[in-house]
């Protein structure tokens, strides 16, 4: 069906994505006859087992890992809370009762490292540049011999800043610290190669590539020391005991398949829309301010402020236009604190109240960007008119 002009617009895909047509196709046996428990010696458990396995393989190619070293979990932030706490409960026990990690990770990563601090560890942050990218010679002080676990995001949510991630591992590798990548925002969009020995440890999510919600996974390299996060059967190596989410498991390795396959081509696209959103828009609201604009950004997040509004105004006009985005991440949407990302890069607080994330990704097309840029003069105008009213 060719799409109308009155079709909503999504310009949400940091926040989640629809589960594509051969994820789904993939899925569906074992969401309905094929439904055995992988622990079962039957033939519908090995049934479930041989599906359960064949995911894990498939999933492990995409990154250059082996078999053993994928844990499924129930998302990007059971993966996330299982690498910091695993890892700094296991290493710490080694003498090394310090975390480093940096302000602008996502809330699944910032929460287990406060959680660390309530258990008597000794938490540093690194610092973060006004381009919104982790300074280096930051982490040159802070990874000394006492650190279990250094936790640093690959791109991050709000901005698309990818960071230094080989030059930070390289540095927690010689301090002897285990390094921990959340790559939910980097799979198919950087070239992650476990082979390359940049990580120890990677999260990933499902529903960020078009499998479902509620599956991810953990790279864990051979040999890194972590604890489990809970307790119960012997599960994925007694790393992760609970029955096994065969049809998700074996919808991420799918949509994993799709994404690395389609990366080349399908990041050139986003790229080039995004620029031109980007442009369009600076072009017709010269005072707007595009947050990470001189770091190297991954091609789908644009996030951008408009002086002179706030974020509220500018999505409900967005919204009545039938344009869906956000004001920084999803999961702190209804809170006026104030992104924790855009405060780290020193944004200046009225402009931080006044930003958008439009996120692209396999809804988004040259329309779709050209009816965003079309729209936008005219709602920022709105939106400026509403903070005016609002502040009288
Ligand atoms: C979405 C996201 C998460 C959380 O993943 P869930 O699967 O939703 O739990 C973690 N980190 C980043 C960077 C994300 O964008």
Request: glycine share 10%; aromatic share 4%.
């Amino acid at each position: 069906m060719p799409a109308s002009a009155h079709d909503p617009i999504y310009l949400d895909h940091a926040a989640t994505t629809p589960i594509r047509e051969e994820v789904l196709e993939a899925m569906t046996p074992f969401l309905g006859r094929r439904f055995g428990n992988p622990s079962s010696t039957h033939r519908w458990g090995r049934e479930a087992r041989a599906a359960l396995d064949g995911a894990r393989e498939r999933l492990a190619r995409t990154i250059g890992a082996k078999t053993d070293e994928i844990c499924f979990t129930s998302g990007g932030t059971e993966a996330d809370n299982m690498a910091v706490l695993g890892i700094w409960r296991a290493m710490q026990k080694k003498g090394r009762p310090a975390c480093v990690s940096t302000p602008i990770e996502h809330k699944a990563v910032l929460g287990a490292v406060h959680q660390v601090e309530a258990e008597g560890g000794e938490v540093r942050m690194l610092s973060v540049s006004g381009d919104g990218s982790v300074d280096v010679a930051s982490a040159r002080g802070v990874l000394r011999d006492d650190v279990a676990v250094c936790s640093m995001m690959w791109v991050n949510n709000e901005t698309g800043v990818i960071q230094p991630v080989a030059e930070v591992s390289r540095l927690a590798k010689e301090a002897g610290a285990i390094f921990h990548t959340d790559a939910v925002q980097a799979f198919g969009k950087v070239e992650i190669d476990a082979s390359r020995q940049q990580f120890d440890v990677l999260s990933l999510s499902g529903h960020k590539i078009c499998a479902p919600k509620g599956i991810g996974a953990l790279f864990i390299r051979r040999g890194t020391p972590i604890d489990p996060l809970m307790h119960g059967g012997s599960q994925d190596r007694g790393r992760r005991p609970g029955t096994e989410n065969v049809a998700a498991a074996v919808g991420l390795a799918r949509a994993a398949e799709l994404i690395v396959a389609e990366r080349g081509h399908e990041n050139e696209r986003l790229r080039r829309l995004r620029d031109e959103l980007e442009r369009a828009i600076l072009e017709r609201v010269p005072d707007a301010v595009v947050h990470g604009r001189n770091s190297a950004r991954a091609p789908h997040i644009l996030s951008i402020s408009v002086p002179g509004t706030d974020s509220e105004s500018l999505l409900m006009a967005l919204d009545l236009k039938g344009v869906a985005a956000s004001g920084g991440s999803a999961c702190q949407s209804g809170s006026v604190s104030g992104s924790h990302v855009l405060k780290a890069m020193r944004v200046r607080p009225d402009l931080a109240g006044a930003v958008v994330r439009m996120s692209l990704g396999c809804l988004t097309t040259d329309d779709c960007v050209r009816r965003v840029t079309e729209v936008f003069p005219a709602l920022v105008a709105k939106a400026r008119s509403m903070a005016g009213s609002a502040a009288s």
